[in-house]
T-cell receptor, first 111, second 115 residues
Framework: GNSVTQMEGPVTLSEEAFLTINCTYT??????LFWYVQYPGEGLQLLLK?????DKGSNKGFEATYRKETTSFHLEKGSVQVSDSAVYFC??????????FGQGTRLTINP | KAGVTQTPRYLIKTRGQQVTLSCSPI?????VSWYQQTPGQGLQFLFE???????NKGNFPGRFSGRQFSNSRSEMNVSTLELGDSALYLC??????????????FGNGTRLTVT
């Protein structure tokens, strides 16, 4: 079946560092891909998405490109802030609003 | 526009009891999905309802059930609670029209603790 694999966490960076969180997927066909973020005590918020190969999703300085050849959707940000500290989930959609999530990567940014 | 509202925020139940969780979607959204989040298993899809019909179901035992009302509000029920049912239960709503382009909006969840 479809699955998503994220890099192991936790990830700790200093403010203004470059961020990469790796995400690869296994799927039949070409699913839409998503990054969600979860802040403490809250639900998930959609960060960005890409619906077809070579699409680049971007939001709040974060970017991810849908790479069909490597089945990847890595999340990047050029300069992280303390407020970016959260848990990040990569996901694909598998029909009728069913999201398949990666295990999540906890990110901590130190000032 | 009000977001997705889940009630209650916290619940403590005893093994063997049953529980009902409630979700009010964003106004105009007709699709409601439920997810279970645990440290060990991560986020897992339970089921999705659209216009009062279950459209998709995950791999959970029959003790987990749900329904959707004509106003799109949804409830999830877990019977004969087990310790392993302790989790954060998240509800998400969307327009449900186009699965790849209709983003899901999540509530803040109900934290269920089974003792």
């Amino acid at each position: 079946g479809n699955s998503v694999t994220q890099m192991e966490g936790p990830v700790t960076l200093s403010e203004e560092a470059f961020l990469t969180i790796n995400c690869t997927y296994t799927a039949t066909g070409y699913p839409s891909l998503f990054w969600y973020v979860q802040y403490p005590g809250e639900g998930l918020q959609l960060l960005l998405k890409a619906t077809k190969a070579d699409d680049k999703g971007s939001n709040k300085g974060f970017e991810a490109t849908y790479r069909k050849e490597t089945t990847s959707f890595h999340l990047e940000k050029g300069s992280v802030q303390v407020s970016d500290s959260a848990v990040y989930f990569c996901a694909l959609i598998q029909g009728a609003q069913k999201l398949v999530f990666g295990q999540g990567t906890r990110l901590t940014i130190n000032p | 526009k009000a977001g997705v509202t889940q009630t209650p925020r916290y619940l403590i139940k005893t093994r063997g009891q049953q529980v009902t969780l409630s979700c009010s979607p964003i106004s105009g959204h007709r699709s409601v999905s439920w997810y279970q989040q645990t440290p060990g298993q991560g986020l897992q899809f339970l089921f999705e309802y659209f216009s009062e019909t279950q459209r998709n179901k995950g791999n959970f035992p029959g003790r987990f059930s749900g329904r959707q009302f004509s106003n799109s509000r949804s409830e999830m029920n877990v019977s004969t609670l087990e310790l392993g049912d302790s989790a954060l239960y998240l509800c998400a709503s969307s327009s449900g029209q186009a699965e790849s382009t209709s983003p899901l909006h999540f509530g803040n969840g109900t934290r269920l603790t089974v003792t």
